[in-house]
């Protein structure tokens, strides 16, 4: 059984979004505030989080932000009140792994639910072949989700390894924006690609010896970029 994790500081909201998961199997825990969700979402080991942005004593911003800073690599679905762009392109850039904006539909909310988890169990059961890559002074370990630079540890979010772990596997492929947004976030119809670009940007700062002129995460001019396997 599935446990998910509902941030939500509306009382109704919260009350019908627990009745309804639980009808649908899952075990339920309820915060109905960031300070709590966060203590929540550290100790009762969710394997999802419904989390609203706008909540007392701890916005859902900062909860995602200390969350994946501490390593937590748990599921996020935000929810948004407001359905604004520029809500989710942060939260997003803070590790969320998908949206719902409200008012919503039970239906869908369920179906971003069951996707989250579905995405997250074949990561969990796909850790056996290419999870590891080396090139430069870097080493990459997929499983551990560890990175170093020359010995050193490299900070780095989820969704930048997930995004080198697509590329790299691809090696030599253009992988257009769209099909990262698809493959990486899980959304068809993401209003803009600049998470992609931000994230391309933040690994390439990370990992290349030059930014400037990258010899791995390459961008192909108005395509999308692709892994070059180019050495020396």
């Known amino acids: 059984m599935s446990r998910v994790l509902i941030i939500e500081d509306e009382p109704a909201i919260l009350r019908g979004l627990a009745d309804i998961l639980r009808f649908e199997s899952y075990d339920v825990l309820t915060a109905g505030d960031g300070e709590t969700g966060l203590e929540l979402l550290r100790k009762g080991e969710p394997d999802l989080v419904i989390l609203d942005l706008m909540l007392p004593k701890m916005s859902g911003y900062e909860v995602c932000r200390r969350a994946r800073s501490s390593g937590l690599l748990t599921p996020i679905l935000m929810l948004t009140a407001r359905g604004e762009e520029m809500d989710r392109v942060a939260g997003l850039d803070l590790g969320a792994d998908d949206y719902v904006s409200k008012p919503f539909s039970l239906p869908e909310l369920l179906a971003r639910v069951r996707a989250l988890l579905r995405r997250s169990q074949v990561a969990a059961e ?107």
């Not at 050193?152 to 590329?167: G, I, N, P, Q, S």
């Not at 990262?180 to 803009?192: M, Q």
């Open 126 to 232: 796909g850790k056996s072949a290419g999870e590891l890559l080396a090139f430069d002074d870097v080493e990459i370990d997929f499983a551990k989700y560890e990175a170093r630079r020359a010995g050193a540890k490299v900070e780095m979010t989820r969704k930048e390894f997930e995004v080198l772990r697509y590329l790299s596997g691809h090696p030599e492929r253009v992988i257009t924006r769209e099909e990262l947004l698809e493959r990486i976030w899980g959304l068809e119809n993401y209003p803009t690609t600049r998470t992609v670009d931000n994230h391309i940007l933040s690994l390439r700062t990370k990992l290349e010896r030059d930014p400037r002129h990258p010899r791995h995460i390459v961008t192909v001019h108005g395509v999308g970029y692709k892994w070059s396997l180019e050495e020396g």
